[in-house]
């Protein structure tokens, strides 16, 4: 490659990180994709919020504790939209599989 082939490559290089860097300037800055999605403090009632801090505190304890069970479920179904304009659970849940308890 020759001098005057080198420099007209190094010159839109170089302009061309110019402009990328004057319109990355210019642009309005965004809120973060994941911050705008966060429920405020208020949003979520102060007793679910404790609960669900007791049960995090908790840690693996919490798996054997059923009102952390229900509390999930709840959560779980309100997360995902399943509760009837009545307020009971469109998805009835079913009875616990003994053989998932059993030991074998």
């Given at each position: 490659?020759?001098?005057?082939?080198?420099?007209?490559?190094?010159?839109?290089i170089f302009v061309a990180t110019v402009t990328a860097a004057a319109l990355g300037m210019s642009r309005k800055e965004n809120k973060?994709?994941?911050?705008?999605a966060r429920t405020s403090a208020g949003s979520m009632p102060n007793l679910l919020r404790d609960d669900l801090r007791r049960c995090q505190v908790l840690g693996e304890?919490?798996?054997r504790d059923?009102?952390?069970?229900?509390?999930?479920?709840?959560?779980r179904d309100r997360f995902l939209?399943?509760?009837a304009p009545s307020g009971r659970s469109i998805?009835?849940?079913?009875?616990p599989d003994a053989a998932l308890r059993e030991a074998p």
């Open positions: 490659m020759d001098g005057k082939t080198l420099a007209r490559t190094v010159a839109v973060p994709a994941g911050e705008g304890a919490a798996l059923d009102g952390c069970a229900r509390l999930w479920a709840a959560q939209g399943l509760k998805v009835e849940p079913d009875a």
